[in-house]
């Protein structure tokens, strides 16, 4: 694993961060998966937790998983406050861990960073999608970001139902507003 992504990186990322981070769900998640029908799903790369939680409370049954534990027991600690059960907290390296085959009705992927190419673990994400499930998919996007990787998904088996690049406002931690652009690919499985 690069350095720079490295399982301490993110152990010391959300210990100097821990209490400071905004705990709401990640707008292309609400934007794209509000209207889905609940049913299993797994938030890859769940750091603090906000995506899953708002998933549960909605009635998903959830396998949040995340590399570092820090981030995991601030989930659970942020879980438990609001009075959300029914989340499975998965230790976790995204860039080798490979979820169970079909399983999940929604596969979210909110802005992960593995040390594998990145098709690879869009390449598993994908395998653990249900026939008919939905794979969401979102990075930065621009130079240091992705485009939509939408390439690797067989079109025989995918329907893509979004893939877009979108822009948002958001809180800079110096107090002013940056333009975030987004990487949006939302595709279902075909049955």
Not at 56 to 77: C, H, K, S
Not at 94 to 110: G, I, K
Request: glycine residues 6%.
């Amino acid at each position: 694993m690069t350095e720079q992504f490295s399982k301490t990186y993110w152990e010391d990322r959300y210990h100097a961060h821990a209490g400071m981070r905004d705990r709401k769900p990640n707008p292309q998640l609400v934007a794209e998966a509000a209207e889905l029908v609940p049913g299993t799903a797994l938030d890859a790369g769940c750091g603090e937790g906000a995506d899953a939680i708002w998933l549960a409370a909605r009635g998903w049954r959830v396998t949040a998983v995340d590399i570092a534990t820090a981030a995991l027991r601030m989930a659970r600690e942020h879980a438990e406050h609001a009075g959300i059960a029914g989340i499975d907290w998965v230790p976790a390296d995204l860039t080798d861990w490979t979820p169970a085959a079909e399983h999940f009705d929604l596969v979210s992927a909110q802005y992960v960073h593995p040390a594998s190419p990145h098709d690879a673990l869009v390449d598993r994400l994908a395998a653990a999608v249900a026939p008919g499930g939905t794979l969401l998919i979102v990075d930065h996007h621009g130079p240091a970001g992705r485009a939509v990787h939408h390439t690797v998904l067989d079109p025989d088996r995918w329907e893509i139902v979004v893939a877009e690049e979108r822009t948002r406002s958001a809180p800079h931690p110096d107090g002013h507003e940056v333009t975030i652009r987004d990487a949006v690919l939302r595709a279902r499985k075909r049955r």
